[in-house]
Nanobody
Framework: QVQLVESGGGLVQPGGSLRLSCAVS????????MGWYRQAPGKERELVAT???????NYADSVKGRFTISRDNIKRMVYLQMGSLKPEDTAIYYC??????????????WGSGTLVTVSS
C-alpha cells in the first residue's frame, strides 16, 4: 500500500556531492517524520538525518555541516543533499517515513535503499 523508492545514489569522489531522493506513494492522509538512515559495510544501520512535518531537522554528528535534509509535502518527497563526502560515508542509504493513513494509526515504512560509494 505504502511504498518508498530511493534514488540518486552512485559513485562519487571524496569531497564531492550527491543528492538522494525518496518518493512516497500510497493511501496516505499525512506524513509525519521523515528521515534517512545508512548502513555501511560491516556496520549496523544508523541514523543520518530526520525532518519533522514542520521542517525541524536533526543530524548525526558525523554529517552535521555536510548534509542537508529537506522535504516537499506536496510531492511527498524527502531529499538528502550530501556534500564534502568522505569514504566513510559509503553505505546503502535508506529512506524512512512515518505515515498517517486514512484508517489506523501511524506506521513507519522503509525504502529498499540506494547505494552511495565515495572512493577515489
Amino acid at each position: 500500500q505504502v511504498q518508498l523508492v530511493e534514488s540518486g545514489g552512485g559513485l562519487v569522489q571524496p569531497g564531492g556531492s550527491l543528492r538522494l531522493s525518496c518518493a512516497v506513494s500510497g493511501s496516505i492522509f499525512g506524513i509525519d517524520n521523515m528521515g534517512w538512515y545508512r548502513q555501511a559495510p560491516g556496520k549496523e544501520r544508523e541514523l543520518v538525518a530526520t525532518i519533522t512535518s514542520a521542517g525541524s531537522t536533526n543530524y548525526a554528528d558525523s554529517v552535521k555541516g555536510r548534509f542537508t535534509i529537506s522535504r516537499d509535502n506536496i510531492k511527498r518527497m524527502v531529499y538528502l543533499q550530501m556534500g564534502s563526502l568522505k569514504p566513510e560515508d559509503t553505505a546503502i542509504y535508506y529512506c524512512n517515513v512515518q505515515v498517517n493513513p486514512y484508517i489506523g494509526g501511524i506506521k513507519a515504512y522503509w525504502g529498499s535503499g540506494t547505494l552511495v560509494t565515495v572512493s577515489s
